[in-house]
């Protein structure tokens, strides 16, 4: 069965650190690796990762997916405390559904 | 101009009660989705609607029916309610079933919830 894994699954930091949210996978004939950021309400589209080794950017946010150790990291730079919210991850291949991770919380303290 | 709307978006009801869950979506998508957040935050989809015919079915009691009376609405009917309903049901649209390919970015949209408790 197909299924999606984040670690941690909470974290406390300070503004201005720098933070790594983990998650791996295990997707039948994968196609990609979405992130979404979950403030109060609906989550909102972050990245999507279909290939090894490309790191998309924007802003202080970054992901990279490797596929051969089946895993993915979204960084976080600079923290501020507008960056907490849960961060999901999702992933799906060949039967076209969205495989969620349960999600990490991540709180920037002042 | 909100791109994915869902009504109402608060619900509370009691056991064995039934109720429906509106969703629309003015973004032109043909796919639409059924996801249901439990307390643990855990997102776990449902159902998945392409151009009105049902595409994915999970493993849901039968006393959840969607419906989709166009590729613009996907509507989410619950019979008998039962406590370990209560979630936040999010409705979610991409412009294919496919999450990655030559046409389309794979991205969902997804809409604010409906939190739904059940008594």
């Known amino acids: 069965e197909d299924k999606v894994v984040q670690s941690p699954l909470s974290l406390v930091v300070h503004e201005g650190d720098t933070v790594t949210l983990n998650c791996s996978y295990e997707?039948?004939?994968?196609?990609?690796l979405l992130w979404y950021k979950q403030e109060k309400k609906a989550p909102t589209f972050l990245f999507m990762l279909?290939?090894?080794?490309i790191e998309k950017k924007s802003g202080r946010l970054s992901s990279i997916l490797d596929k051969k150790e089946l895993f993915s990291i979204l960084n976080i730079t600079a923290t501020q405390t507008g960056d907490s919210a849960i961060y999901l991850c999702?992933?799906?291949?060949?039967?076209?559904?969205?495989?969620f991770g349960t999600g990490t919380l991540l709180a920037v303290q002042p | 101009d909100t791109a994915v709307s869902q009504t109402p978006k608060y619900l509370v009801t009691q056991m064995g009660n039934d109720k429906s869950i509106k969703c629309e979506q003015n973004?032109?998508?043909?796919?639409m989705y059924w996801y249901k957040q439990d307390s643990k935050k855990f997102l776990k989809i449902m159902f998945s609607?392409?151009?009105?015919?049902?595409?994915i079915n999970e493993t849901v009691p039968n006393r959840f029916s969607p419906k989709s009376p166009d590729k613009a609405h996907l509507n989410l009917h619950i019979n008998s309610l039962e406590l370990g309903d209560s979630a936040v049901y999010f409705c979610?649209?991409?412009?294919?079933?496919?999450?990655?390919?030559?046409?389309?970015?794979?991205?969902?949209?997804f809409g604010e919830g409906s939190r739904l408790t059940v008594l």
């Open positions: 979610a649209s991409s412009r294919q079933p496919g999450l990655a390919g030559a046409t389309n970015t794979g991205e969902l949209f």
């Open positions: 997707v039948t004939n994968f196609r990609s």
């Open positions: 279909t290939s090894s080794g």
């Open positions: 999702g992933s799906g291949g060949a039967t076209n559904k969205l495989i």
């Open positions: 973004l032109g998508h043909d796919t």
């Open positions: 609607y392409n151009n009105k015919e049902l595409i």
